[in-house]
């Protein structure tokens, strides 16, 4: 992604000047999160990269489970800062995105203590899983839906949602998720939500305060044409961009 360079009154170097921020979002989930959030990267203002767990259709389901734990997010995070540097001074971020689901706290707490050395680091997690994040796009209220586990949740999506999830439907959606999670939630001040809580929201916030009221509205608006060249294409992650031209 190229350099925009502002009109600065004093020479700068074009590689030090940028006027987009890098979402870099771990992800346990390999479909369902990197799907929804891939969609921000190339918007105006907006570099997203995706850090996500690297499994093989041939493994067993137990390893492909040990690949997105906690503890794998951790250590693929750590790599990609390694090799990647994150700017506080130009909004740079990194989310973690993980559901409570069956993980060992212990693995939890590892990760939570790594994001808290920095302010613009973020840990936002689900309860149990990141269905409770989709599943505010359209409701309100979880409590009559009687989920208690992962499994629960995502059958809970399946009955609302008529032909199943698609998450270009739902990013239209984005503003009222943020609005109904945070409703929901109640210990905004802490990293772990309760039963039928979630804190992506969180990132939801920060990316949509990140393109403002104006952008997000035409990104949103441009979904369904984006939706029609994701269906022309034989592989479903690649779109053209030209679609969202940015201003």
Known sequence: MGFKVRGYTREVPQEKVRDYSLFAIATEGTEREPDYFRLF??????????????TSDDEEASEKRKASSPSKVLEKVKAYIAENQL?????DSLWCVIDVDRWPQKQIEELHAFCAQKENWHLVISNPSIEIWLLYHKRTDLSDLGIQTANDAKQALDKIEKGGYY?????QLMLDAIENAR????NPNGYMPELLQTKVYQLGRALYDRMGKVRFEKFAASLPSIEKEILKQKNGSIYNRDVYKKK
Do not use: F, Q, T
Not at 87 to 91: F, H, I, L, P
């Open 41 to 54: 990267d190339g918007i105006d203002r907006i570099k997203v990269d995706i850090i996500e767990p690297e």
């Open 87 to 91: 700017s506080a001074e130009d909004g």
């Open 167 to 171: 998450y270009i439907k739902y990013l």
């Open 183 to 186: 409703n929901a939630d109640s």
